[in-house]
T-cell receptor
Framework: AQSVTQLGSHVSVSEGALVLLRCNYSSSVPPYLFWYVQYPNQGLQLLLKYTTGATLVKGINGFEAEFKKSETSFHLTKPSAHMSDAAEYFC????????????FGAGTILRVKS | EPEVTQTPSHQVTQMGQEVILRCVPI?????FYWYRQILGQKVEFLVS????????KSEIFDDQFSVERPDGSNFTLKIRSTKLEDSAMYFC???????????FGPGTRLTVT
């Protein structure tokens, strides 16, 4: 069984500040890990993913995440927040096998203050 | 860039009515999925579909639900007799064989009154 916990349902940062969105996962099998972003009234857009290999993965819009197996974490970061980053972010896990379902966290709403 | 499309964007129906939600996955994708998100709750997996059959379904996906790929492009979710608790945003997703990560459509907001 798999699960995802996202710490903080709401995160607020100032424009230009570091963004850190936390994600911890539980998986009985080696996981694939994902971050998705959802802008208002839109679908889910894949930001980045970890499957195998390099544990630091880079995604779109300057975001990156690091897979830490010992901490069962996959936190999302961006060095400098932009107003356009305001959205809801979802961490998700799937089993290490193509075609498997995604199990989502509850989501974190990111607010960027000017 | 290819994208998953869904119709309608919003559907209002009365309790007990049948609804069909439609999706057009990305053309060369082979795995198809439905998820739903009840307002204020997590995105939940409903069903996955591969090679013209259901490959996995959740406990939510009971006998009231069915999926079909009626032709080479559409993927539908049917709810036979809607209940108030079926009100949610329904997302379709697809992925390529051998690829991790799914591409999501914009969703259909289903309101059951």
């Amino acid at each position: 069984a798999q699960s995802v916990t996202q710490l903080g349902s709401h995160v607020s940062v100032s424009e230009g500040a570091l963004v850190l969105l936390r994600c911890n996962y539980s998986s009985s099998v080696p996981p694939y890990l994902f971050w998705y972003v959802q802008y208002p009234n839109q679908g889910l857009q894949l930001l980045l993913k970890y499957t195998t290999g390099a544990t630091l993965v880079k995604g779109i819009n300057g975001f990156e995440a690091e897979f830490k197996k010992s901490e069962t974490s996959f936190h999302l970061t961006k060095p400098s927040a932009h107003m356009s980053d305001a959205a809801e972010y979802f961490c998700a896990v799937s089993a290490e096998e193509y075609g498997n379902k995604l199990v989502f966290g509850a989501g974190t709403i990111l607010r960027v203050k000017s | 860039e290819p994208e998953v499309t869904q119709t309608p964007s919003h559907q209002v129906t009365q309790m007990g009515q049948e609804v069909i939600l439609r999706c057009v996955p990305i053309s060369n994708h082979l795995y198809f999925y439905w998820y739903r998100q009840i307002l204020g709750q997590k995105v939940e997996f409903l069903v996955s579909f591969y090679n013209n059959e259901i490959s996995e379904k959740s406990e939510i996906f009971d006998d009231q639900f069915s999926v079909e790929r009626p032709d080479g492009s559409n993927f539908t979710l049917k709810i036979r007799s809607t209940k108030l608790e079926d009100s949610a945003m329904y997302f379709c997703a697809s992925t390529l064989a051998g690829m991790a990560g799914q591409y999501f459509g914009p969703g259909t907001r289903l309101t059951v009154t």
